[in-house]
């Protein structure tokens, strides 16, 4: 990299004075806004040809025009790839882990023991957890209760109505409701609505 001065000399960054590098460096064509010269004339000089333009630094330290080594140039889009919705793909998906099972299966078989009875061993054929088998054992946690009338976790159940509320305001707009209203909440939540 280094910095024109003149025509015939240059000067690399490294060695140039600290006052060259302060100054501001404008490119030739373009001027001033509102003088007489249009954008891209370029200046004969005495010889009666045209300067060259001189890149500006910015436009020397510009990695614009720079090859993109990350960039492929030989690639092209596949027009004929099909997409595919969330059924197909877990679909897909569970074909897959059953071809899986399978072959584990035959593994197994081939490579069994046989005992002197000649009775195989079995072994149960274990499932791997995946992204399309979501079903899990019953927890051992106590299930969590929510308050019928905000959604907050209810620590408390009103005796009169079997609304659970989460705290003593909540269970003041309870003792208001009438039993039309605490049977609606109650069947909204899944629950057969018994009022006493």
Do not use: W
Not at 41 to 51: H, I, Y
């Amino acid at each position: 990299m280094s910095i024109v001065l003149r025509k015939d000399q240059k000067i690399p960054i490294t060695q140039a004075p600290a006052s060259v590098l302060k100054l501001d460096l404008q490119p030739p064509c373009s001027p001033p806004k509102g003088s007489s010269r249009k954008k891209g004339s370029n200046v004969p000089s005495a010889e009666g040809t045209a300067t060259p333009q001189v890149p500006t630094l910015g436009e020397q330290m510009s990695i614009l025009h720079s090859p993109r080594p990350f960039k492929n140039p030989a690639y092209t889009k596949n027009t004929n790839r099909r997409t595919k919705n969330l059924k197909a793909v877990l679909g897909q998906e569970r074909e897959r882990e059953r071809l899986e099972r399978e072959r584990r299966r035959v593994e197994r078989e081939e490579a069994m023991d046989v005992d002197a009875n000649g009775a195989a061993e079995r072994h149960e054929d274990e499932d791997l957890p995946s992204y399309a088998s979501i079903e899990a054992p019953p927890s051992f946690l106590p299930q969590r209760h929510y308050c019928d009338i905000t959604g907050l976790e209810a620590p408390y159940t009103d005796p009169v109505t079997g609304l659970r509320y989460h705290d003593k305001s909540i269970y003041e707009l309870i003792k208001g409701l009438s039993a039309s209203a605490a049977k609606e909440y109650l069947s909204a939540r899944g629950v057969n609505p018994i009022v006493k």
